[in-house]
C-alpha cells in the first residue's frame, strides 16, 4: 500500500491519496484540485471512498469536484460534523474573516463512521478513532495494515491541534491524543493534517504539549 500527499496552498492543509493494487482512498480533499486530480488521473485507479478526518473548509474545497469528476464516490464523515458540510458558518468558510473566500456548500455524505469498529473496503483495512478536540467530530484513521495513523488536525509534528475555534476544547484533545492516539504502536507513521509527518514514538518524546 503507497500513500501519497499533496500540499494544498489554502492553509497548507494535506490531502492523502491511499493507494492498493486496485483502488484508491481519497483523504480531506483540499484547496488544489488540478494537482489531486492530476494525481488521480495519473494513478488511474477508482476511488473507493473519500474520508474526512474533520469538516474545516480547508479540509473539503475540493470534495465536490472530486466527486464530480470521479464517479461520485462515497463519502464518509462523523456524525456530529456531517450538516458542516453544507453550512459555511460552521464548517468556518462563511465567517466574516474569510469574506475573501466562495463559501464552501458540500453535497451531504453518504456515509456516516462507525467509531472503532473494523472497516474493510475494497482491500482497505482501516479503524476510526475519535479524536475531537480540534473540533466536535474529529477522527483519525488507522490502517494496522500499513502501521500507520492519519491524525486529522488532533496530532502534528511535535505539536497538537488549535482549540480556540468553535468546538474546540483543549482538555478533550489531549484526552484524544492520549487514550487513542498515544496507545497505538510506537512506530506506527503519523501523517497530519498540516506539516510533515511523525511517528507515535517521536511525539511521546519529543511533543511539549504531551
Do not use: C
Not at 52 to 65: K, Q, V
Amino acid at each position: 500500500m503507497n500513500i501519497h500527499k499533496i500540499i494544498n496552498p489554502v492553509a497548507y492543509e494535506n490531502t492523502y491519496i491511499i493507494e492498493n493494487d486496485n483502488y484508491l482512498l481519497v483523504i480531506d480533499p483540499g484547496s488544489d484540485f488540478n494537482t489531486i486530480q492530476n494525481k488521480l488521473i495519473t494513478l488511474a485507479k477508482p476511488i473507493s471512498a473519500i474520508l474526512l478526518t474533520h469538516t474545516h473548509y480547508d479540509h473539503i474545497m475540493s470534495l465536490e469536484a472530486v466527486r464530480r469528476h470521479f464517479g461520485h464516490p462515497p463519502v464518509y464523515v462523523s456524525e456530529p460534523e456531517a450538516s458542516w458540510l453544507y453550512t459555511p458558518v460552521d464548517n468556518l468558510s462563511g465567517l466574516p474573516r474569510h469574506d475573501d473566500m466562495e463559501d464552501i456548500i458540500a453535497h451531504p455524505a453518504e456515509e456516516i463512521f462507525y467509531l472503532k469498529q473494523d472497516y474493510h473496503i475494497d482491500g482497505f483495512h482501516f479503524q476510526v478513532l475519535p479524536t475531537p478536540g480540534h473540533s466536535i467530530g474529529g477522527v483519525s484513521f488507522v490502517f494496522p495494515d500499513a502501521d500507520m495513523v492519519l491524525t486529522g488536525d488532533a496530532l502534528f509534528r511535535e505539536t497538537i491541534g488549535r482549540t480556540d475555534l468553535p468546538t474546540g476544547n483543549m482538555e478533550q484533545l489531549l484526552h484524544s491524543i492520549k487514550t487513542q492516539l498515544l496507545t497505538l504502536p510506537k512506530h506506527y507513521t503519523a501523517y497530519p493534517g498540516h506539516g510533515p509527518e511523525t511517528t507515535i514514538s517521536h511525539e511521546k518524546n519529543f511533543n511539549p504539549f504531551l
